[in-house]
């Protein structure tokens, strides 16, 4: 699974990207969520407040109860406006 974070999250995590093989349990971006905080405590502080942290999966915006797999790309990135 290819991870990408993005904007000001890349810098609290220290990373623009990783790819990894998250337990067979961690299968919806909630689960991802919790997974990478474990890991990431940067990413931890960014989900301490709720709707902060918006995911794309396969560059398409997903809900938390989306599935997830293997070969997946996962996107985070803060809320985006426009002007």
Same mark, same amino acid.
């Given at each position: 699974?290819?991870?990408?974070? +993005? #904007?000001w999250l890349k810098h609290r995590v220290g990373?623009? &990207? &990783? @790819?990894?093989? =998250?337990?067979?349990?961690?299968? @919806?971006?909630?689960?991802?969520? @919790? +997974?990478? #905080?474990?890991?990431? =405590?940067? +990413?931890? &502080?960014?989900?301490?407040?709720?709707?902060?942290?918006?995911?794309?999966?396969?560059?398409?915006y997903v809900p938390e109860d989306a599935p997830?797999?293997?070969?997946? &790309?996962?996107? +985070?990135? =803060?809320?985006? @406006?426009?002007?």
């Amino acid at each position: 699974m290819r991870i990408r974070y +993005f #904007a000001w999250l890349k810098h609290r995590v220290g990373l623009a &990207e &990783e @790819t990894l093989q =998250p337990p067979a349990e961690v299968a @919806t971006v909630a689960a991802l969520k @919790t +997974f990478l #905080a474990q890991r990431h =405590p940067g +990413f931890a &502080e960014a989900l301490a407040n709720p709707g902060v942290v918006r995911c794309a999966v396969n560059q398409e915006y997903v809900p938390e109860d989306a599935p997830l797999r293997a070969d997946d &790309e996962v996107a +985070f990135f =803060p809320p985006v @406006t426009g002007g």
